[in-house]
């Protein structure tokens, strides 16, 4: 697919719902592959995570050459071909550096929210005291709004750059690109986009629920949903059901 081709597509609310469906049935063809993937993915976030001070960098540089490796795993199966362990780094195959830009672009939104709380009086820990997470809980209750507002730029910068990484990798275009066709088709699909996110808060809550267990789901319905959504906002495509399999 080329950058000629590109088009946005405006979908009902309801398909934020779907986007979940779809990935569930790609999920359920090739579990143990897909829980594999995403478990290299997890493992590969708490190795970065060891690394004292570039290991965080890193890991946030690369997470979108991850979403579109993904988005390639879910691809490959919707189109009939096999998929691998191996699929979780085809993203570094597929205009790498573009991806490592969104991470930039991703980091730099991480910085904003984080010095837009302190200028607007967000409280910090005193560093001669030890951290009791319950003191700290009773310190910021005067000061949600301004967690919410930090994390507001956040959500807004996610869903902005959300499908970057697939337009990426399945469209050959530059990081900048990506971008004004990302924004343009969240912005064009707020409804839909809106009721993903609040999908995630359910499933997400699951997980803390079975005290971890449903992760092994959760996480590889997410990482596929990726894809999912960015063929229902850019292809078109048939969607992927029971009958199919």
């Known amino acids: 697919m080329t ?5 946005v597509n405006e979908v009902p609310a309801g398909r934020g719902v779907a986007w979940f469906k779809e990935a569930f049935e790609l999920f359920r063809r090739a579990p143990a592959v897909w829980i594999g993937i995403c478990g290299g993915w997890i493992l590969l976030w708490f190795a970065f995570a060891l690394v004292p001070f570039i290991g ?3 890991s946030n540089l690369l997470q979108p050459v991850f979403f579109g490796s993904f988005a390639i795993a879910a691809y490959k199966q919707s189109a009939g071909e096999p998929i691998t362990m191996g699929d979780l780094f085809s993203g570094f195959r597929r205009n790498a550096k573009s991806l490592v830009n969104i991470g930039i672009l991703m980091m730099a939104a991480q910085l904003a929210s984080a010095f837009l709380m302190r200028a607007l009086g967000m409280p910090s820990w005193p560093e001669d005291e030890p951290f ?4 700290y809980a009773e310190m910021l209750q005067p000061h949600l709004w301004i967690l919410a507002a930090g994390l507001a730029v956040l959500a807004f910068a996610s869903a902005a750059l959300w ?3 697939q337009l990426i990798v399945f469209h050959g275009l530059s990081a900048s690109h990506a971008v004004r066709w990302s924004v343009y088709a969240a912005l064009s699909n707020i409804g839909a986009m809106s009721v993903y996110g ?3 808060v359910p499933l997400f809550l ?3 629920l079975t005290l971890g267990l449903a992760t092994i789901v959760v996480i ?3 990482a596929i949903s990726t894809y ?3 063929r229902d906002v850019f292809e078109n495509a048939p969607a992927v059901t029971a009958a199919d399999t």
């Open 56 to 58: 965080p960098v890193l």
């Open 3 to 7: 950058p000629a081709t590109t088009r």
């Open 163 to 165: 499908f970057a990484p």
């Open 220 to 222: 590889p319905l997410f």
């Open 206 to 208: 699951a997980c803390s």
């Open 228 to 230: 999912t959504g960015y």
């Open 132 to 135: 009791d997470m319950v003191a």
């Open 198 to 200: 609040l999908m995630l």
